[in-house]
Antibody, heavy 119, light 108 residues
Framework: EVQLVESGGGLVQPGGSLRLSCAAS????????MHWVRQAPGKGLVWVSR????????TYADSVQGRFTISRDNAKNTLYLQMNSLRAEDSAVYYC????????????WGQGTLVTVSS | EIVLTQSPGTLSLSPGERATLSCRASQSVYRSYLAWFQQKPGQAPRLLIY???SRATGIPDRFSGSGSETDFTLTISRLEPEDFAVYYCQQYGNSPRTFGQGTKVEIK
C-alpha cells in the first residue's frame, strides 16, 4: 500500500527538541521530493519545509529557519524533521507529504502527528 | 516572503450555486505558480489546481482556476454537497512557499 506514516509527536516544554519521522512505503521514496506542512488545531495550513530527492537541497519557512532541520534516509525510506528551540506557536499537527513532479505539489499525505509545546 | 490574502473568509451558498474564491498576493507570483487545495474536517488537504489553472488528476471540471501575477481566483461552477469545505491557496513560485489563511465554503 502506498502510504506515509508520521510518528514522534508529543508534549514538549518550550525550548525543547523533538524529532519527527515519516515512514514511506509502497513507492520509490528516493525518487520524490518531500514536504512537511503543519496545522494548529482549528487553524490554517502552514508550509514548513521541503527537501529534494537526494537530500542535498532544503528550504524552510521563515518562522522555522534556523530551528528546524529536514533530512531523509533513502535507505530507510524515512523523512525526518528535527525541531529545536520549540515555541508554543509550533504546536500543531505535522503532516509529511510527497511531491508529484509535474504539479510540484503534494499528491500523497500522511495522517499527521500532533506536537504540543507547553509547560 | 509572499503573503497571500484570501477572501471572503466564509462563503455561504446553496448546492447548485456558483462559488468564487479570491487569493491576492503581496507581490507577483513567479510564473503563476499558484495552487488551490481543498480540506475537509479530519482529512489531509487535496490538491485541486496547480499553475493557477491546471486541474490536478481526478478533479472534476466544475473546479477551475484563473489569474496571474497577484490576483487569482478559484471558481466552482455548481456546488455539489461534497464541495462544502475549506479552500486554501498556496504560492510556490517564490521561496519560501506560503499558504493563504483559507476560505470556508458553508451550506446556506
Amino acid at each position: 500500500e502506498v502510504q506515509l506514516v508520521e510518528s514522534g509527536g508529543g508534549l514538549v516544554q518550550p525550548g525543547g527538541s523533538l524529532r519527527l519521522s515519516c515512514a514511506a512505503s509502497g513507492f520509490t521514496f528516493s525518487s520524490y521530493w518531500m514536504h512537511w506542512v503543519r496545522q494548529a488545531p482549528g487553524k490554517g495550513l502552514v508550509w514548513v519545509s521541503r527537501i529534494n530527492s537526494a537530500g542535498l537541497s532544503t528550504t524552510y519557512a521563515d518562522s522555522v529557519q534556523g530551528r528546524f532541520t529536514i533530512s531523509r534516509d533513502n535507505a530507510k525510506n524515512t523523512l525526518y524533521l528535527q525541531m529545536n528551540s520549540l515555541r508554543a506557536e509550533d504546536s500543531a499537527v505535522y503532516y509529511c507529504a510527497r511531491e508529484e513532479s509535474v504539479s510540484q505539489q503534494p499528491d500523497l499525505w500522511g495522517q499527521g502527528t500532533l506536537v504540543t509545546v507547553s509547560s | 516572503e509572499i503573503v497571500l490574502t484570501q477572501s471572503p473568509g466564509t462563503l455561504s451558498l446553496s448546492p447548485g450555486e456558483r462559488a468564487t474564491l479570491s487569493c491576492r498576493a503581496s507581490q507577483s507570483v513567479y510564473r503563476s505558480y499558484l495552487a488551490w487545495f481543498q480540506q475537509k474536517p479530519g482529512q489531509a488537504p487535496r490538491l485541486l489546481i496547480y499553475g493557477a489553472s491546471s486541474r490536478a488528476t481526478g478533479i472534476p471540471d466544475r473546479f477551475s482556476g484563473s489569474g496571474s501575477e497577484t490576483d487569482f481566483t478559484l471558481t466552482i461552477s455548481r456546488l455539489e454537497p461534497e464541495d462544502f469545505a475549506v479552500y486554501y491557496c498556496q504560492q510556490y513560485g517564490n521561496s519560501p512557499r506560503t499558504f493563504g489563511q483559507g476560505t470556508k465554503v458553508e451550506i446556506k
